[in-house]
């Protein structure tokens, strides 16, 4: 079988608040094999968002190990735990935080320009990606020019532009109406196996969490 993409092992995060220490992740393992899309479930506040941030290696704060793709991230110096970021990660958050002085292709563009794509082939990705998403009449829009819906669609590109082998995702549809979230959700879906990446998606629903390969919940601090 093959590594991997993601592997942690007893991952835990407290805070202290106040003087009040909550321990939030408990001791977490989980693995994602290549191409396994997976659903994080749990109540508000039971840490997916920690967990997630902690995949990203954008935080510190943790302890235990995480794994991506083979490298211990945690016994990396900042600029590795970037370039492993950049290199093997995508992300999309629940508020797409696309840059709004730039259209829609320039959005999905720009990651990849920072990954030392050059920039025809840059285009094309992105054009191609947001034509997969029904987007090839709004490539010159900006974020404010475009629905919820579509914004969220341009986010799915901006995180798939770079290929990651793992796409990191926290409520992707959380701000959308149902039918626009279940839309949405399904052409995410069908693009990341389409690309043939993985995926963790931390969701409350779990209507569409039973469209993905996988279902973790977090209870307590682990995952059940
Ligand atoms: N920077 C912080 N300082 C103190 N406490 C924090 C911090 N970040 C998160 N927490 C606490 O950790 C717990 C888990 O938060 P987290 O955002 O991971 O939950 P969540 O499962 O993503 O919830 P939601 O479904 O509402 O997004 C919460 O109780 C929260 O108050
Ligand atoms: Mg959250």
């Not at 202290?16 to 191409?35: A, C, H, K, M, Y």
């Not at 320039?106 to 794509?117: I, W």
């Not at 992105?126 to 987007?135: H, M, P, R």
Request: hydrophobic share 40%.
């Amino acid at each position: 079988m093959s590594d991997p993409v993601v592997s942690l092992r007893d991952l835990r995060r407290s805070f202290s608040q106040g003087g009040v220490t909550i321990d939030v992740l408990r001791g977490v393992n989980l693995e994602i094999r290549p191409g396994e899309i997976v659903a994080l479930l749990g109540p508000s506040g039971s840490g997916k968002s920690t967990m997630l941030q902690a995949i990203g290696l954008l935080e510190g704060g943790f302890t235990g190990v995480i794994e991506i793709a083979g490298t211990e991230a945690t016994k990396l110096s900042g600029d590795d735990r970037t370039a492993l970021r950049r290199d093997h990660l995508g992300f999309v958050y629940q508020f797409h935080h696309l840059l709004p002085d730039f259209n829609a292709l320039e959005n999905v563009v720009l990651p990849q320009l920072v990954a030392g794509t050059d920039r025809k082939a840059a285009e094309a990705r992105a054009s191609e990606l947001l034509t997969a998403l029904g987007l090839a009449a709004r490539l010159d829009h900006r974020p404010s020019q475009l629905s919820g819906g579509e914004q969220q669609r341009v986010a799915v590109a901006r995180a798939l532009a770079n290929r990651p082998e793992l796409v990191l995702a926290d409520e992707p549809t959380g701000n959308l109406d149902e039918a626009t979230a279940d839309r949405v959700l399904e052409e995410f879906l069908k693009l990341v196996r389409g690309e043939g990446s993985s995926a963790l998606i931390a969701t409350h629903n779990e209507r569409l969490a039973l469209r993905m390969d996988r279902v973790v919940r977090l209870h307590e601090g682990v995952l059940v």
